[in-house]
């Protein structure tokens, strides 16, 4: 049996990940990995995070399962956290996930079985694992336009006019906030034309949020799901806690899916049991129960909500001393895009000769179609990324 097997495509983003930990030189910097690091190129554990594990230490009588969905009280606090009173929580059925990613896969399994036929749009670029796994599934894709890559914002004309094509019973995959790997996002007029145009059509909405806290804040983050959430009849969303919680390997995820007939919203929540049962029984719960923890704890969710601020902020930090000392080096303003992004992320635009010139000249790191991650900077780092992008032609 095992001979039939062939050899799959390694993932672009692990080899990178090898490549740089075999690079000798002492100045590499490492842009590529989708994790946040401080200044010092760790990822810390959060304040918040870590009293709660040691409250649980304490408290934690069992290990026993929990139900097919996970902890009911997880669920509740991360529909709170996203959607804040956008919808009834009653139009809410939810599933605990192993991680984002798994959310996205229970998403994509619900869409097939829903309707095999469906359509699923996405974004161009996207997450490449969104596609991996659409892909694994059999599942049509269809590419819409999302960036400008001369302007590097958000191409909502292009994305607009393939959205056109979209029909009753297709799926349109949207990025919550903090587009990976563009870092350019729709703003609320945005949001809104994609909107009236999923009502009109009848397509249904799946927004993946992974980054909510790490653009503009919190709420303000959550403002394009909620609308769409608030408007649409029926709605999927994928939802992770590993960034703006820090707790990557705990693997905590939610998938939803919201509906406005009561009914129905008891199937999609059986659905939802019996897929997490088909796939992995029962979902991991540490990482859920620390965040369960973190938000109905008001002290600990004020020092998480300051901490999650901080991160932004130096994010923030980031992107506006690489676009100046961008802007100093080219004697032009091309680089403005980069603080204008929001998230850990930014596609710069340059080729992938360009992007292999900074790797081999300047021990730089990123993606082939140049996304980097921004986090992966820090005060020091930013000038000699900056030389190189100049040095490297962008």
């Excluded at 842009?31 to 934690?60: C, F, N």
């Amino acid at each position: 049996m095992f001979e039939a097997l062939k050899p799959q495509p390694a993932d672009k983003i692990l080899a990178l990940m090898q490549a740089y930990r075999e690079d000798p030189r002492d100045t590499k910097v490492d842009l590529g990995v989708g994790v946040y690091k401080d200044a010092s190129g760790h990822t810390p554990i959060m304040r918040a995070v870590k009293a709660a594990e040691k409250q649980l230490w304490e408290v934690e009588t069992t290990k026993s399962y929990t139900g097919l969905a996970g902890d009911p009280g997880y669920a509740d606090v991360m529909i709170d956290l996203i959607l804040g009173d956008a919808v009834p929580r009653s139009t809410v059925a939810a599933a605990a996930t192993p991680g984002g990613t798994g959310a996205c896969r229970q998403g994509f399994d619900l869409i097939k079985m829903a309707n095999p036929k469906a359509r699923v749009f996405v974004s161009n670029p996207t997450w490449p694992n969104h596609l991996s796994i659409l892909k694994h599934m059999n599942m049509e894709m269809v590419p819409y336009r999302y960036f400008d890559d001369e302007t590097r914002g958000v191409d909502c004309d292009g994305m607009m006019a393939d959205l056109a094509n979209v029909q009753a019973g297709d799926v349109v995959l949207l990025h919550g906030c903090c587009h990976n790997p563009t870092g350019a996002n729709l703003n609320l007029s945005e949001w809104k034309l994609v909107v009236e145009h999923l009502n009109k059509t009848g397509a249904v909405p799946m927004i993946d949020i992974a980054y909510q806290g790490f653009g503009d804040g919190l709420e303000e983050d959550a403002q394009g799901v909620r609308l769409v959430a608030g408007n649409c009849p029926e709605v999927l969303i994928a939802a992770s806690c590993s960034k703006n919680f820090g707790i990557y390997r705990e693997r905590a995820g939610l998938l939803m899916a919201v509906c406005s007939d009561p009914d129905r919203g008891a199937l999609n929540q059986q659905t939802l049991n019996f897929l997490n049962r088909q796939n992995y029984s029962f979902p991991p719960d540490h990482g859920a129960r620390l965040v369960t923890m973190v938000l109905n704890d008001p002290a600990l969710r004020a020092d998480w909500a300051t901490e999650l601020e901080e991160v932004r902020l130096s994010m923030l930090g980031l992107r506006e001393q690489l676009a100046s000392e961008l802007q100093r080096l080219s004697g032009s303003d091309r680089f403005g895009f980069i603080a204008q992004h929001r998230g850990m992320f930014s596609r710069l635009g340059a080729s992938p000769d360009q992007v292999e010139a900074m790797r081999r000249d300047s021990a730089i790191y990123m993606v082939g179609d140049s996304r980097l991650n921004i986090a992966g900077l820090n005060a020091s780092t930013v000038p000699i990324l900056a030389e190189a992008i100049i040095k490297a032609g962008v």
